[in-house]
C-alpha cells in the first residue's frame, strides 16, 4: 500500500526498507524530467530533509525525504533515462530505497483518498 507526502512523494514499506519516488500527480505538473541529481547509498537523512534535485524542462525542483532513515539503494538508471519517472513514476521511476530509522513517521503521511483531496484542492 502507498503512503503519500504533502511535497508530492509516495512511499511502499517493505520489511523497514521504504521504495520512494514522486507521484504521478508530481511528474505531470514539472513536465519532461531531464535531470534527476540524488544521494549516495549510506546518506542519512531526517524526515523533510533534501532528497536531491529534479530538472524538467520547466524547472527544477527539490525533493524532500517523507521519512528519515539511511539511503539503501539509489535507482541509478535513472541518469540516463530520467523520463522514467514521467512514463512509469511508481514503477521504473522510482528514486531511492531508504532503510527507515522512525517507524512511527509513517503515521504522519497521508492515505491514498487522503492525498487525492490534497491534489484535488490544488488543482482549484
Not at 25 to 44: N, R
Not at 106 to 117: H, K
Request: proline share 4%; charged share 25%; hydrophobic share 35%.
Amino acid at each position: 500500500m502507498l503512503k503519500f507526502s504533502k511535497s508530492h512523494e509516495w512511499v511502499k514499506e517493505d520489511a523497514a526498507i521504504a521504495t520512494i519516488g514522486i507521484t504521478d500527480y508530481a511528474q505531470k505538473q514539472l513536465g519532461d524530467i531531464v535531470f534527476i541529481e540524488l544521494p549516495q547509498p549510506g546518506a542519512k537523512l531526517q524526515k523533510s530533509e533534501q532528497l536531491g534535485t529534479i530538472e524538467s524542462t520547466k524547472t527544477a525542483s527539490e525533493l524532500y525525504v517523507p521519512l528519515s532513515g539511511e539511503i539503501v539503494e539509489v535507482n541509478s538508471d535513472l541518469v540516463d533515462n530520467p523520463q522514467w519517472i514521467n512514463e512509469s513514476p511508481y514503477d521504473k521511476g522510482w528514486l531511492v530505497k531508504l532503510k527507515i530509522t522512525n517507524h512511527s513517521e509513517l503515521n504522519s503521511l497521508m492515505d491514498e483518498s487522503t492525498y487525492r483531496e490534497l491534489i484535488a484542492k490544488e488543482s482549484h
